[in-house]
Structure formats: C-alpha cells, structure tokens
C-alpha cells in the first residue's frame, strides 16, 4: 500500500554548484549580494529544464533558462530501463546546463531527476554517467519530495478565497496531487497521492496511437487511459472527497494544463505571461480535452502550441486532467507555469538566509560575551 502521510523534507544539507541539497521553506531574507545566482535543475521523464535567478527581496529574478523535450523515459515503461539514445539525449542537454551554470557563476544549485530514474533499473548507473561526463550531480529525489517542490514553487498563484485547495503536477512519468491547508507563508499538505502515470508512462503502456486510428478506436484507447488513472487514484478520491466543498480551489502545474490553457485562449504561439496564473473554468478544459482526444495525431501536430512535439503525448496530460477534475470538482482550474525549479530555488534561498541569520546572531553574541 502507498504511503500516504505527508511529504517529510529529508534530512539534508545545502550542495554547492554540482551538489544536490534541501532547504527551509521560510522566506529569504534581503541579506545577499546583488549578483549572487542559484539554479534549479529538474531532469523529468520528458523533460530536462534549468532556471537560473538572484534574489529580490522575497522573490527571486530569473536571469537565465533552459528547457529541452529529452524523452528519458521513452521505452521504460516497456523495458524497466533508460535507454541509450534517451540518455545521450539527456546527458547532451544537462551538457548545455553545466556551461550555463559556469558561465553565470552559481553561487549554490540544486539538480533532481524524477520518476524515470525512480523506476529505471539502471538510473543510478545513469547518475554517475551524468556525474562524470557533466559535473552535475543529480539526486533522485522521492515522489514525496517532489510533490512538496511543487507546491512550494507555485502555490502562490492559487485562486483567493478560504476553503480547501488541491494542487497538481502531470509529469511525464507521474503525477502527483496534494491536498492543501491555505494559510502562512507556505501552505500546510493535509494529504497527498502520487501515480506513475503521466503522458510519457501512460501513453507507453496503453500504445501509440496511429493516424489511419477510426474515432471508435480512439474513443476506446482513452477511455482506457480514465479507466488506469481513475483506479490508481479511487483510494485517494474516497479519503478526499470529504473535504468537498462550495468553495473548492484547484492548481495545475504541467505541460499539459498549460498547452490546454494556450488552446483555450486560441494564442498563435505559447506565451508564458499570457498563461502563467491564468485562471480557466474547468468545462472548458474539459471540453478542450474531449476534443483534443477524439482529433487524429495528424489533426493535432496542426494545432498552434501543441504541435509535433505534443501531439502524441497530449491525449495521455488530458485523460489524466480529466481524472483529477472527477476527484476534485472545482469550477475553475489555475494554470501554472512554475513548479519543481522554482520550490528548489525558494528552498535554496531561504536556507541560505538562515544561515546567514545564524552566523550574524553568532557574530552579535561574541561580540556581547
């Protein structure tokens, strides 16, 4: 059985440039120097993204990003291992991360890798590769771990208001909801539930769909994508549905939720500032998914934002949504375009600015004794 308490932040300590590290989730206090960079690397099952930023206050300003389709996860769902072509194809974008982080002088970072190195028999023979051939040393971080990033990195743009909120994140090899407690600087995780299903898993395991597929045969394939999502979740949806309610919130973080919100506002190309914080009623995005699932692969690589890249993936990110708004049934859906690399970068900044605070209080009492 899943473990289901809360996600426990583990035991560790902050990493330099190509060390994996933990931090607080208190606010950062204005004690850095104005040029002083930290990054964020998230290798996922589809995706390898940095984010690069200094302090401003209690926020942060990015100065540099990075974001590339990897597809590490492409075939383990078949085989229980990476394979090579997805590991050159990862390595040879966490090569393009290592030279930025040189070139803007981090001063601290944080790089984790995610559900397909969980689950791959060789992803720790992975690691030392990336280590080796890179100098970024990754960290296999929990489903636990990484639902708390989540949260951490976009909670902030959850609709105002005061009843219970959910918050979640369709990856490429899981997905993770967390039930929130709003209040305080960070929200407290009441209950939380990760599956490893996401657009990557999901669509490898039900099969690749084909362009000469008839309407019946598309019909049939995601309502068998329902039918897995809904039952690895039935046991998370009877322990949340009590906290049902008028005044219910939802959150999304993913590409999926994002490409449906670019689809939904009809933008010619993506535009972050146009979706990040966007707030969209969920029939719509429901509608949008419907649709989206019923258009043959060669229909959606024409649509603008979802494209070749998508187009294979999409269907899987839109029976996924379409599970989470059965389990908790917001009216309307946020759409966020932040998550891991952000709660890394809140985390490594804020354990940065206690242990400035420790070492001036230290400073202050020699100075006293």
């Not at 008839?214 to 039952?231: F, L």
């Not at 590409?255 to 500032?273: C, F, I, M, N, Q």
Request: hydrophobic share 40%; net charge negative.
């Amino acid at each position: 059985m899943a473990d289901h308490s809360p996600p426990q932040r583990p035991q560790q300590t902050v990493g330099q440039v190509e060390h994996g590290g933990e931090a607080s989730e208190a606010r950062p206090a204005p004690h850095y120097h104005p040029r002083q960079a930290y990054a964020a690397i998230d290798l996922g099952t589809n995706n390898c993204r940095l984010l690069i930023a200094r302090p401003a206050s209690a926020n942060f300003v990015v100065v540099d990003a990075f974001s590339r389709v990897v597809r590490l996860g492409e075939g383990l769902a078949q085989t229980g291992r990476l394979s090579e072509a997805a590991m050159d194809r990862a390595v040879g974008a966490l090569r393009i991360c290592a030279d930025k982080l040189r070139r803007r002088n981090v001063h601290l970072a944080r790089s984790v890798a995610t559900e397909a190195c969980r689950r791959a028999t060789n992803g720790e023979a992975f690691i030392e590769r990336v280590r080796r051939e890179t100098g970024i040393a990754l960290d296999i971080i929990s489903a636990q771990e990484e639902a708390r990033l989540a949260v951490l990195g976009c909670h902030i743009l959850l609709e105002d208001g005061i009843g219970p909120a959910m918050i979640f994140d369709i990856g490429g090899g899981s997905t993770e909801l967390v039930l929130i407690e709003p209040g305080g600087p960070v929200p407290r995780i009441v209950d939380w539930q990760s599956v490893p299903w996401g657009v990557v898993s999901l669509t490898e395991t039900v099969g690749h769909e084909h362009d000469e597929d008839d309407e019946a045969a598309r019909a049939a394939r995601y309502a068998e994508m329902r039918r897995i999502v809904a039952d690895s979740f039935a046991e998370f949806a009877g322990r949340v549905a009590e906290h049902h309610g008028p005044d219910i919130r939802l959150l999304g973080t993913s590409g999926t939720v994002t490409t449906l919100a670019s689809v939904h506002l009809e933008l010619p190309a993506y535009d972050r500032k146009a979706v990040d914080g966007l707030i969209v009623p969920a029939e719509s995005m429901r509608d949008i998914s419907s649709r989206l699932a019923g258009m043959s692969p060669a229909e959606r690589r024409t649509l603008p934002c979802i494209g070749q890249e998508r187009a294979d993936l999409v269907v899987a990110g839109c029976a996924i949504l379409e599970s989470i708004l059965d389990i908790w049934p917001a009216s309307r859906l946020g759409v966020a375009d932040r998550g891991i690399r952000e709660g890394i970068l809140r985390s490594l900044m804020a354990a940065e600015a206690e242990g400035l605070q420790a070492r001036a209080s230290l400073k202050r009492a020699r100075a006293d004794g």
